[in-house]
Nanobody, 116 residues
Framework: QVQLVESGGGLVQPGGSLRLSCAAS????????MGWYRQAPGKGRELIAT???????YYADSGKGRFTISRDNAKSSMYLQMDSLKPEDTAVYYCKATDRSFHDYWGQGTQVTVSS
């Protein structure tokens, strides 16, 4: 089992930045891929970006250009640096871990609100 806890969300003005963190615990050595997702009100959950244990990254269209994903294996943590935030970035942001048996684990989510 893997447990994930997100932090770093909050209220930010348009154009501002936030850095989200996801701390993993439990059977962390089983984790292969970690990723960030978000779900805006009334919409489905969408992928932002993923990062593999080896460091390779993938960005979906929603994450290209303004978001940067990173991972610190020594700290069992993953991060999402979000810059030039827009009101349409308002959503609950979730981290997900997939282990080598392809089991998915989700955090509880952290709210990001972009508003003046």
């Amino acid at each position: 089992q893997v447990q994930l806890v997100e932090s770093g969300g909050g209220l930010v003005q348009p154009g501002g930045s936030l850095r989200l963190s996801c701390a993993a615990s439990g059977n962390i050595f089983s984790i292969n891929v970690m990723g960030w997702y978000r779900q805006a009100p009334g919409k489905g959950r969408e992928l932002i970006a993923t990062v593999h244990t080896g460091g390779s990254t993938y960005y979906a269209d929603s994450g290209k250009g303004r978001f940067t994903i990173s991972r610190d294996n020594a700290k069992s943590s993953m991060y999402l640096q979000m810059d030039s935030l827009k009101p349409e970035d308002t959503a609950v942001y979730y981290c997900k871990a997939t282990d080598r048996s392809f089991h998915d684990y989700w955090g509880q989510g952290t709210q990001v609100t972009v508003s003046s």
